[in-house]
């Protein structure tokens, strides 16, 4: 006898956020990344219970003492200390903080304008459209630190100003990302359907049109964080982004660089950190593509 009716939840397809997870899982570099980038996101948040000392506190009697593994170190400075007596592992955790906030901002900033301009030109398609996309396209004509350095060199240097600048850098990829998602996303079936029901432009932007363009998007806005604590320490080393005491990693990096051969953990640490958080973001990045393309989901 065949029952009336099978039970519920028998043969139906998992649901789409198990499918994948499971997509996610499979790619370790991904899962490691985002491994990494929850610890050093912890330590941030938790620097100030974690560094034994303060950012900017100086040891007069330990200028440039090794690591504690190393003749001459002491638990006191488990990664040493800088040219000023400052402990090193101490403004390594406070440097993160420095970082991930500004990043954070910067690609929230761009992400949100980038969005809007896109939108704009995907929607216009008229003058409008065509002067935002010129203006994007002379901005990516320069290349990218040179264009940051302009506009820190205009404003003046201070972190606030880099990150305008790496924020500045950055728009065009989102706006660019943006009006091509909306173009692929405008001659599809449900828009047209949406746009014979009444929906006016407004509603059909916010709630038929954006949310599906929202997938690359969200690869671009995790590819765009690394980029932008990288741009953000080129600039501090340059002397354009943060200012001493600051600590910053790329700042760390500029004010000990003239003893690298005297005391090698100064600029190997503060290097490892910006390498290690950029490199964990990239690895993301590629574990999200993989999720939301469906060429890669086949």
Same mark, same amino acid.
Request: glycine share 12%; charged share 10%.
């Given at each position: 006898m065949i029952p009336a009716s099978a039970p519920s939840g028998i043969g139906d397809p998992p649901p789409a956020g198990a499918s994948s997870w499971r997509l996610f899982r499979r790619n370790r570099g991904a899962l490691i990344g985002l491994s990494v980038i929850a610890a050093v996101a912890a330590t941030a948040v938790l620097?100030?219970?974690?560094?034994?000392?303060?950012?900017?506190?100086?040891?007069r009697g330990a200028l440039l003492q090794s690591p504690m593994w190393m003749e001459g170190g002491s638990a006191e400075f488990p990664l040493g200390t800088d040219p000023l007596g400052r402990?090193?592992?101490?403004?390594?955790?406070?440097?993160?903080?420095?970082?991930?906030?500004?990043?954070?901002?910067?690609?929230?900033?761009?992400?949100? !304008?980038?969005?809007? =301009? &896109?939108?704009? *030109?995907?929607?216009?398609?008229?003058?409008? +459209?065509?002067?935002?996309?010129?203006l994007m396209d002379l901005m990516l004509a320069l290349p990218s630190l040179l264009l940051a350095i302009v506009v820190v060199a205009v404003l003046g240097p201070s972190l606030i100003n880099a990150a305008v600048a790496v924020g500045a850098v950055q728009l065009p990829h989102f706006v660019r990302l943006t009006r091509g998602a909306v173009l692929a996303e405008l001659g599809k079936e449900y828009v047209i359907a949406s746009r014979i029901a009444g929906a006016g432009p407004l509603r059909l932007a916010l709630s038929t049109v954006l949310p599906n363009c929202a997938p690359p998007l969200i690869v671009q806005g995790t590819l765009g964080f690394s980029t932008a604590v990288l741009?953000?320490? !080129?600039?501090?080393? =340059? &002397?354009?982004? *943060?200012?001493?005491?600051?600590?910053?990693? +790329?700042?760390?990096?500029?004010?000990?660089?003239?003893?690298?051969?005297?005391?090698?953990?100064?600029?190997?640490?503060?290097?490892?950190?910006?390498?290690?958080?950029?490199?964990?973001?990239?690895?993301?990045?590629?574990?999200?593509?993989?999720?939301?393309?469906?060429?890669?989901?086949r």
């Open positions: 620097a100030p219970f974690l560094a034994p000392h303060g950012p900017a506190e100086q040891f402990d090193l592992l101490s403004r390594l955790l406070w440097g993160g903080r420095v970082s991930l906030t500004v990043g954070f901002f910067v690609v929230a900033a761009a992400l949100l !304008a980038g969005v809007v =301009l &896109g939108a704009l *030109a995907g929607f216009a398609r008229g003058l409008t +459209g065509i002067l935002i996309m010129r741009d953000v320490a !080129a600039l501090g080393f =340059l &002397g354009l982004g *943060a200012q001493p005491p600051t600590p910053e990693w +790329g700042t760390m990096l500029a004010d000990s660089l003239a003893f690298v051969q005297r005391a090698w953990w100064v600029v190997t640490f503060p290097g490892l950190a910006i390498l290690v958080t950029v490199l964990a973001f990239n690895l993301l990045g590629d574990g999200l593509r993989d999720i939301f393309d469906p060429r890669l989901k």
